[in-house]
């Protein structure tokens, strides 16, 4: 049977049509959505931060692309509470996910089930959804990415991994690090390779197969946490002068992490305009022995590492990048949040904002649209630790094992003492009164942790050695 000519040019209109439609989405259609976080990243490793050891122009780039947030925090400051709260926007704390869920039932270790993850609320405006390396939200098969509202994960489901992957190496199963166990889907992956290479791969592959959607990708590198493995082909790049065996693996990583940046950020260019893009390190760096992933990691003028409330802990590099949208190479220097990013999409998407949402929509502030601040404090419980900030000043109570230092609480201007030094609260009693009573208002609405695992209690105590890797056991 021949179709009359006026049908074929109708039908080949129509194909021509939803081809260029599917080609220009993120174009014309609501923006793609790319979030990149670093693991234990050093605040002052950074070119951009003043870091000179190594070069990192593609993170440098990538900052200069759009807005710096000077006073960008996370909500905790270590590995998996910190995504928690990045993941639905509000503080860990609200819902039990204190700590790294190491130790437990594994039914029950995790991003409760009763969070929904941002991942959840752009799936259901209609993105392709994604991650892509590390998850640290529970390691069962009720907790996996694709049961939290990821289309599709190629990654690690624990707190670390290898970087040097082997096809022939037994995979290794322990709670807080996997060995050559990465997975794509629910499958182990038996493969030779660099993570934050593989990352990067599925990252690209993914944003040029959604071509009918647009897509939300959570890229979760590895890098710079430990182990501290360094590729050949990274060697000759780490300064001669460098000659801490820790520092150089350090380094090396960080470079790798750089050029596969540049990778993302060349394909955004050339391909995806039209993606909002966010990058923040889950943590501050963990410069201090023996605790914490210990990676050498510098975060001056800070004081303090991961897993501490100061400063050093808990503000990160963050940078938020979109072309055309936001201003490039400005500084915003009010306090924002890692919790402030799913608000931010859903109000772009017309997704619908799960309750109990703590962050806010950043763009008019970023814009310059709203001069006030986002949030007229922040607040922060990390077992006995604990943290305020109201506009420049910041109440703590840190418990640093270096320097043997008594709980209580301390009282920092940081429009003039970035750095924590100038302990003011003996003598501006009535201001650590205002400010320790609007921490325990806050604290009030928070619950128990709801497993402790490592560190206990006290997450200044060393930890325990990590329970002996067994064999991989399919998720």
Same mark, same amino acid.
């Given at each position: 049977?021949?179709?009359?000519?006026?049908?074929?040019?109708?039908?080949?209109?129509?194909?021509?049509?939803?081809?260029?439609?599917?080609?220009?989405?993120?174009?014309?259609?609501?923006?793609?959505?790319?979030?990149?976080?670093?693991?234990?990243?050093?605040?002052?490793?950074?070119?951009?931060?003043?870091?000179?050891?190594?070069?990192?122009?593609?993170?440098?780039?990538?900052?200069?692309?759009?807005?710096?947030?000077?006073?960008?925090?996370?909500?905790?400051?270590?590995?998996?509470?910190?995504?928690?709260?990045?993941?639905?926007?509000?503080?860990?704390?609200?819902?039990?996910?204190?700590?790294?869920?190491?130790?437990?039932?594994?039914?029950?270790?995790?991003?409760?089930?009763?969070?929904?993850?941002?991942?959840?609320?752009?799936?259901?405006?209609?993105?392709?959804?994604?991650?892509?390396?590390?998850?640290?939200?529970?390691?069962?098969?009720?907790?996996?990415?694709?049961?939290?509202?990821?289309?599709?994960?190629?990654?690690?489901?624990?707190?670390?991994?290898?970087?040097?992957?082997?096809?022939?190496?037994?995979?290794?199963?322990?709670?807080?690090?996997?060995?050559?166990?990465?997975?794509?889907?629910?499958?182990?992956?038996?493969?030779?390779?660099?993570?934050?290479?593989?990352?990067?791969?599925?990252?690209?592959?993914?944003?040029?197969?959604?071509?009918?959607?647009?897509?939300?990708?959570?890229?979760?590198?590895?890098?710079?946490?430990?182990?501290?493995?360094?590729?050949?082909?990274?060697?000759?790049?780490?300064?001669?002068?460098?000659?801490?065996?820790?520092?150089?693996?350090?380094?090396?990583?960080?470079?790798?992490?750089?050029?596969?940046?540049?990778?993302?950020?060349?394909?955004?260019?050339?391909?995806?305009?039209?993606?909002?893009?966010?990058?923040?390190?889950?943590?501050?760096?963990?410069?201090?022995?023996?605790?914490?992933?210990?990676?050498?990691?510098?975060?001056?003028?800070?004081?303090?590492?991961?897993?501490?409330?100061?400063?050093?802990?808990?503000?990160?590099?963050?940078?938020?990048?979109?072309?055309?949208?936001?201003?490039?190479?400005?500084?915003?220097?009010?306090?924002?949040?890692?919790?402030?990013?799913?608000?931010?999409?859903?109000?772009?998407?017309?997704?619908?904002?799960?309750?109990?949402? !703590?962050?806010?929509?950043?763009?008019?502030?970023?814009?310059?649209?709203?001069?006030?601040?986002?949030?007229?404090?922040?607040?922060?419980?990390?077992?006995?630790?604990?943290?305020?900030?109201?506009?420049?000043?910041?109440?703590?109570?840190?418990?640093?094992? !270096?320097?043997?230092?008594?709980?209580?609480?301390?009282?920092?201007?940081?429009?003039?003492?970035?750095?924590?030094?100038?302990?003011?609260?003996?003598?501006?009693? !009535?201001?650590?009164?205002?400010?320790?009573?609007?921490?325990?208002?806050?604290?009030?609405?928070?619950?128990?942790?709801?497993?402790?695992?490592?560190?206990?209690?006290?997450?200044?105590?060393?930890?325990?050695?990590?329970?002996?890797?067994?064999?991989?056991?399919?998720?």
């Amino acid at each position: 049977m021949k179709f009359p000519s006026m049908i074929l040019r109708a039908l080949g209109g129509f194909i021509l049509a939803a081809a260029l439609s599917a080609e220009s989405y993120s174009q014309e259609g609501k923006p793609n959505i790319l979030v990149i976080v670093a693991d234990d990243l050093g605040y002052a490793d950074i070119g951009v931060h003043g870091g000179k050891v190594v070069p990192t122009p593609n993170i440098d780039a990538l900052a200069a692309s759009g807005v710096r947030c000077t006073n960008g925090y996370v909500t905790a400051p270590y590995c998996s509470p910190s995504r928690a709260g990045f993941l639905t926007g509000k503080s860990q704390t609200r819902f039990g996910h204190e700590f790294n869920p190491h130790v437990g039932d594994e039914a029950k270790l995790g991003l409760p089930l009763d969070q929904r993850t941002i991942a959840n609320v752009l799936h259901d405006a209609g993105y392709a959804t994604a991650l892509f390396g590390k998850w640290h939200q529970g390691f069962d098969a009720a907790h996996h990415p694709q049961s939290r509202g990821f289309d599709a994960f190629t990654g690690f489901l624990v707190g670390g991994h290898n970087f040097l992957l082997h096809k022939d190496a037994d995979p290794e199963f322990g709670s807080a690090h996997s060995h050559n166990m990465i997975y794509r889907g629910r499958e182990l992956l038996h493969i030779d390779g660099y993570t934050t290479d593989l990352f990067t791969d599925e990252a690209l592959g993914f944003m040029n197969r959604s071509t009918t959607k647009p897509w939300f990708i959570y890229l979760a590198y590895n890098a710079v946490h430990t182990p501290l493995e360094i590729a050949d082909k990274l060697k000759d790049r780490i300064p001669a002068d460098v000659t801490d065996p820790n520092r150089r693996g350090y380094l090396s990583l960080l470079l790798g992490l750089d050029d596969d940046i540049g990778r993302i950020t060349a394909e955004l260019k050339t391909k995806h305009p039209n993606t909002l893009v966010f990058f923040f390190s889950d943590n501050g760096g963990s410069g201090r022995k023996p605790f914490f992933a210990y990676n050498t990691g510098i975060n001056t003028p800070l004081r303090g590492d991961k897993g501490q409330t100061l400063e050093g802990g808990i503000r990160v590099p963050f940078f938020v990048s979109w072309s055309g949208k936001l201003p490039a190479g400005k500084t915003y220097d009010q306090p924002v949040s890692a919790m402030d990013i799913l608000p931010t999409t859903c109000a772009i998407t017309a997704a619908k904002q799960p309750d109990g949402v !703590e962050g806010v929509n950043l763009l008019p502030y970023l814009k310059g649209e709203v001069s006030t601040p986002p949030h007229d404090m922040l607040a922060w419980r990390f077992g006995p630790q604990k943290a305020i900030r109201q506009g420049n000043w910041k109440l703590v109570d840190v418990r640093d094992m !270096e320097a043997k230092s008594e709980s209580g609480w301390q009282l920092y201007d940081l429009s003039t003492d970035i750095g924590e030094e100038h302990n003011l609260a003996a003598s501006k009693p !009535e201001l650590v009164a205002k400010l320790s009573k609007a921490w325990e208002e806050w604290n009030a609405k928070n619950i128990a942790p709801q497993w402790h695992g490592s560190p206990h209690e006290d997450p200044t105590a060393p930890q325990k050695p990590a329970a002996k890797a067994g064999k991989a056991k399919k998720k």
